[in-house]
Nanobody, 125 residues
Framework: QVHLVESGGGLVQAGGSLRLSCTASGLTFSSWSMGWFRQAPGKERDFVATIRWTDSSTYYADSVKGRFTISRDNAKNTVYLQMNSLKPEDTAVYYC??????????????????WGQGTQVTVSS
């Protein structure tokens, strides 16, 4: 059984930083691309970032480019999202997800097979 468990969320002031972690079990982590998505109240789930399993190439939503960094540690079965210069509009529940074959469709949440339960990030102004 596959489990993805996020941690590291919390309350932070605008301009601050947080690092989210997502630890996976029940799958061969190194063979899965990993993504982060977020969902604000009343809004759809949006793509944030992805890191491919093949070459660890990374992709970001325009809204977070230059502020967020996704990385992975295959030895720890963990993917990270370092979030800097946080803004109130970054407030959301953040989810990690595992996808096998993404191609150019990496922003599409339906391409990810496994999901974590989410962690709340709140940025105060």
């Amino acid at each position: 059984q596959v489990h993805l468990v996020e941690s590291g969320g919390g309350l932070v002031q605008a301009g601050g930083s947080l690092r989210l972690s997502c630890t996976a079990s029940g799958l061969t982590f190194s063979s899965w691309s990993m993504g982060w998505f977020r969902q604000a109240p009343g809004k759809e789930r949006d793509f944030v970032a992805t890191i491919r399993w093949t070459d660890s190439s990374t992709y970001y939503a325009d809204s977070v480019k230059g502020r967020f960094t996704i990385s992975r540690d295959n030895a720890k079965n963990t993917v990270y999202l370092q979030m800097n210069s946080l803004k109130p509009e970054d407030t959301a529940v953040y989810y990690c997800a595992a996808g096998a074959v993404l191609g150019k469709y990496y922003p599409d949440s339906t391409k990810y097979r496994y999901w974590g339960q989410g962690t709340q990030v709140t940025v105060s102004s």
